[in-house]
C-alpha cells in the first residue's frame, strides 16, 4: 500500500466562508488593476473610491494594464456581489482558480477552486507539469449545505454548515478509487470511524489509531477545508524546516517524518522520496527529529 503522504506543510490553505476573495486580492496584490475605476470595501460594502458611493457594475480585475491577464470578474450591485464570481488560476501572483455564484453577497450552490495540489510553496519552475487538485463545496444562504469533495482525496456532505453523514478520505494514491478512512458525523460531531488499507489488491481493516501511526490520517484534508483547527494542529505537532537533496526547505511535521522514516527506512542510509522532494534519510536526521519530537 502506497499512501498519498502529507507530511509536508501546506502553505496556502483557504476556503474560510466568511473570506471576501476580492477584498483579499485587493489587500494582498495592490499592484492590480481594477476596472471600471478604483472601489474599497467598508462595513461590508464596496463604494466607489471617487464618489464615496456604493458601486454597480461588472468588475474586472487585471495584472496589466493592457487588459491582457485577467484575475478576476464579478458583478457588484448597490455595493453588494450578486451574479457570478470568477478568479482566474494565475501562476505569477500565486492565485487559485475559483468560480462559483453569489446571491446578495451570499454563496449560492457550487463552489470549485482550482489550485496546485501542494499548494503554492516551492512552487516549481515548470508550470507544464503542476499537478492540480479540485475542490467543490456547496453552498446555500451562505452556509456550506450539500456535497464537497478534494479530488483523489475526500467526498463528504454539509448541512447548515456542519459535517453529517458518511465523509471517505482516499490516501492511497495507487488505489484512488477505495476509501482509507470513513468517518460518521452527526451535526460536525465525529460519532465512528473505520479505517483499512489496501495491500496487494486485498483490503484489511485496522484500528485508526493504528493507521494514523503507520500512515497519515484525515486530519491533514480537513486542514484544507477549515482553516479554523490550524493552530489546533500547530499545538499538537511539532513543526521543522528541514532542505531536501536540491536545496530546497521543506516545512514538515517532525513526529509524522519520523514516524514514517522508523517504519519504512529502516536501513541506516536511504533516501525518502514525497510529492516532488527527497531527502536523505541517515543517522543525522534521526537524531534531529528525535531532539525535536514532543515524544
Known sequence: ???????????????????????????????????????YKDGGVWLTQSMNSPFTG?????????KQDKVLECTIVNGYKHGIFIQYVNFMNKLPGVIGLYMDDKKEGGWTTIEPLDGWLNFPVSRSTVPMKTT?????????????????????????????????FFNDYENKTLWTIKHQYDEDILIDSKCREHIKGNSFDIDCNDFEMKYVGSKYVL??????????????????IITDVNGLDVEITVDDFLNHISYYHKRKVSIHKERGYSFHINDSLRTLLKNKSKY
Do not use: C
Not at 502529507?6 to 476573495?21: A, K, M, N, P, R
Not at 476580492?22 to 499592484?31: F, T, W
Not at 477545508?225 to 511539532?238: A, G
Open 223 to 240: 486542514l484544507q477545508l477549515d482553516p479554523s483547527i490550524e493552530d489546533e494542529l500547530k499545538d499538537q505537532f511539532n513543526r521543522l
Open 1 to 39: 500500500m502506497k499512501l498519498l503522504l502529507l507530511f509536508l506543510i501546506f502553505s496556502s490553505i483557504s476556503f474560510g466562508d466568511q473570506v471576501d476573495e476580492m477584498e483579499e486580492l485587493i489587500l494582498n496584490h495592490q499592484d492590480l488593476i481594477i476596472f471600471p475605476e478604483k472601489l
Open 136 to 168: 467543490y463545496i456547496g453552498y446555500r444562504d451562505g452556509m456550506r449545505d450539500g456535497s464537497v469533495r478534494i479530488s483523489d482525496l475526500l467526498s463528504g456532505q454539509y448541512y447548515n454548515g456542519k459535517k453529517t453523514g458518511i465523509w471517505y
Open 58 to 66: 461588472r468588475v474586472e480585475i487585471y495584472a496589466d494594464k493592457n
